[in-house]
């Protein structure tokens, strides 16, 4: 149990620091960039009702707020809820609710909503069967569970490497889930999964380092070990290479949507 505290500590400060980062068109673009596609693979529909868990500052659900009926955007960190209210609130969306909640004990009654959705969460649990079978427990039949995060190589030794540059980056990271286990988790709690969908997604190193606010000593870090592998050394699992002068590296970004019977 301290070490779950201690982990929603690191998660919270990590995010509090983040709220305006996330708003950051100039920071923000990876986040963005990709949201269409989500949103068009989410097939939202009119009357949904929907649940954006570990939402941040809800830039899912604010783009899904148009197209159904209503949202609720669930997170753990004050500071996100208020930046992603106070967007909501300039942009005129009326239909977008903010609520303070742990994404591992949903504060909602089971079969609440017919779309459930999560991004970017579940690398900050220890273990993220608990949050998946939360989303899971308060999706209605026939509803809709949408998951996007990281996924790391299915190589262990190279997963491993891959998450200690992340967690340089944002101590708040713990782990990712391997390429395609996601389905395997989903398919086990009795969800039908309709897409398992990966694609690397390039990003400039600097860009990424400031939109987390990484400390600098922790920033060089990072950079060190992206330069001793472009110069032969250990691969990090995250592919650097240099465009323009500049270093950038490639995360895999995977998408699963399961249904539920």
């Given at each position: 149990?301290?070490?779950?505290?201690?982990?929603?500590?690191?998660?919270?400060?990590?995010?509090?620091?983040?709220?305006?980062?996330?708003?950051?068109?100039?920071?923000?673009?990876?986040?963005?960039?990709?949201?269409?596609?989500?949103?068009?693979?989410?097939?939202?529909?009119?009357?949904?009702?929907?649940?954006?868990?570990?939402?941040?500052?809800?830039?899912?659900?604010?783009g899904l707020a148009e197209q159904v009926a209503h949202v609720v955007a669930l997170?753990?960190?004050?500071?996100?809820?208020?930046?992603?209210?106070?967007?909501?609130?300039?942009?005129?969306?009326?239909?977008?609710?903010?609520?303070?909640?742990?994404?591992?004990?949903?504060?909602?009654?089971?079969?609440?909503?017919?779309?459930?959705?999560?991004?970017?969460?579940?690398?900050?649990?220890?273990?993220?069967?608990?949050?998946?079978?939360?989303?899971?427990?308060?999706?209605?039949?026939?509803?809709?569970?949408?998951?996007?995060?990281?996924?790391?190589?299915?190589d262990p030794d190279l997963a491993r490497r891959q998450d200690e540059v992340e967690?340089?980056?944002?101590?708040?990271?713990?782990?990712?889930?391997?390429?395609?286990?996601?389905?395997?988790?989903?398919?086990?709690?009795?969800?039908?999964?309709?897409?398992a969908d990966t694609v690397p997604v390039v990003r400039p190193v600097g860009q990424?380092?400031?939109?987390?606010?990484?400390?600098?000593?922790?920033?060089?870090?990072?950079?060190?070990?992206?330069?001793?592998?472009?110069?032969?050394?250990?691969?990090?699992?995250?592919?650097?290479?240099?465009?323009?002068?500049?270093?950038?590296?490639?995360?895999?970004?995977?998408?699963?949507?399961?249904?539920?019977?």
């Amino acid at each position: 149990m301290a070490d779950e505290q201690e982990q929603r500590r690191r998660v919270r400060d990590a995010f509090t620091r983040q709220a305006a980062t996330f708003e950051d068109q100039q920071l923000n673009q990876a986040f963005t960039s990709g949201l269409p596609r989500l949103l068009a693979v989410a097939e939202p529909r009119r009357d949904d009702t929907c649940l954006e868990v570990a939402a941040g500052t809800s830039l899912v659900g604010r783009g899904l707020a148009e197209q159904v009926a209503h949202v609720v955007a669930l997170d753990a960190t004050p500071a996100m809820l208020w930046e992603g209210r106070r967007q909501a609130d300039q942009a005129g969306i009326r239909n977008l609710a903010f609520v303070l909640g742990d994404a591992a004990r949903l504060p909602c009654r089971a079969a609440a909503f017919s779309l459930v959705v999560t991004r970017f969460s579940l690398h900050h649990f220890a273990d993220p069967v608990g949050p998946l079978r939360e989303l899971i427990r308060v999706c209605r039949s026939g509803g809709r569970v949408v998951v996007q995060d990281l996924a790391s190589s299915t190589d262990p030794d190279l997963a491993r490497r891959q998450d200690e540059v992340e967690r340089l980056r944002d101590p708040s990271h713990l782990r990712m889930t391997p390429a395609g286990g996601l389905r395997g988790q989903l398919e086990d709690a009795g969800m039908r999964v309709t897409l398992a969908d990966t694609v690397p997604v390039v990003r400039p190193v600097g860009q990424w380092l400031r939109q987390a606010l990484t400390e600098p000593d922790a920033a060089a870090a990072v950079i060190e070990r992206f330069e001793q592998e472009l110069a032969g050394g250990e691969p990090t699992g995250l592919r650097p290479r240099r465009r323009d002068g500049e270093l950038w590296f490639e995360q895999t970004w995977e998408t699963t949507i399961a249904v539920k019977p």
